[in-house]
């Protein structure tokens, strides 16, 4: 019995791009800021900026005003005010507080060694073990996961990997609140409705999913654009070596982030940052993306290049 989640939405569309500041941004990134930015104010929509800066020892002080100062560059305007998981923490506590109440939750001692030992998916094994919270992990009982849903870019989807579909961790044995947990958390406290965002994040929503459900909370929609990926499953990231943005490249940085999301037609027709951006927002339609999970660029340079289909 699983449930085929559709979105509704009768509210303002709210949008959101959630960068975690481990590094600036670099042209991957700028794909994921460009795509939500533009799906928002297409839709009339808010835009919102948070920085999910949940897993401080991967953080880099300063990170968060680069990445800030690089939307601006880049004339991405943000409504609000930046959202920080770090400052969330009672809300986070809170919703574990919820689900541990409806004892949706469990302890488990399990580690990353042992779970690997039986196969690497983790089987439940600490379900009815009623171990204490504390110095534990904490999972999200998952018998009975969404698995399916409607992308509004890629259209139905199925997600069968097992991993995916574990009792997901919610709360680290060291303590930390996991991304499953305040991503879920953070978009119903800012009342995002759409999410647009990279396609290597397609399977984990089938955990945000069971959470919504689990909740009581009407899930937003989902558009998975494809990511920049230096060769067939690497997707562009500061591990490996991806360039930061040069401010003083604005505007050449959007035009192609522009066509890679399949807006060759305007990408170069406009000298200004607003006039390519306005352009961009009046020709936005999905029926232009890609429907891919991923597209080779040129890893060094952190430029796009047109590359045969993968
Ligand atoms: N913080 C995540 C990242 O930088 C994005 C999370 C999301 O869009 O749901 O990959």
Known sequence: MFNNVTHCSEQTYTGRFAPSPTGPLHFGSLIAALASFLDARANHGQWLVRME?????R????????????????????DGEVRYQSEQL?????????LLAQKALYACECTRKQIKATGGVYQGTCRERDLPPMGNALR???????????????GPITISDPHALEDTVLRRRDGL??????VVVDDIAQGVNHIVRGSDLLTTTAAHLTLYRQLGKTPPSYTHIPVAATSSGRKLSKQNHARSLDNQRAL???QQALKFLGFSDIANHHNSISALLNAAIAAWQYNKIPKRHEIIVDGAESTYHDAPES
């Open 53 to 57: 800066d949940i897993d401080r020892p």
């Open 59 to 78: 953080c880099v002080e300063g990170a968060d005003e680069r990445i800030l100062e690089c939307l601006v560059a880049h004339e991405l305007r943000w």
């Open 90 to 98: 009672n809300d986070y506590e809170d919703v574990l507080q919820q």
């Open 140 to 154: 999200l009982k998952c018998d009975q996961p969404v698995t399916r849903f409607t992308d509004q870019l890629l």
């Open 177 to 182: 609140h996991s991304y499953n947990l305040v």
């Open 252 to 254: 050449q940085n959007l």
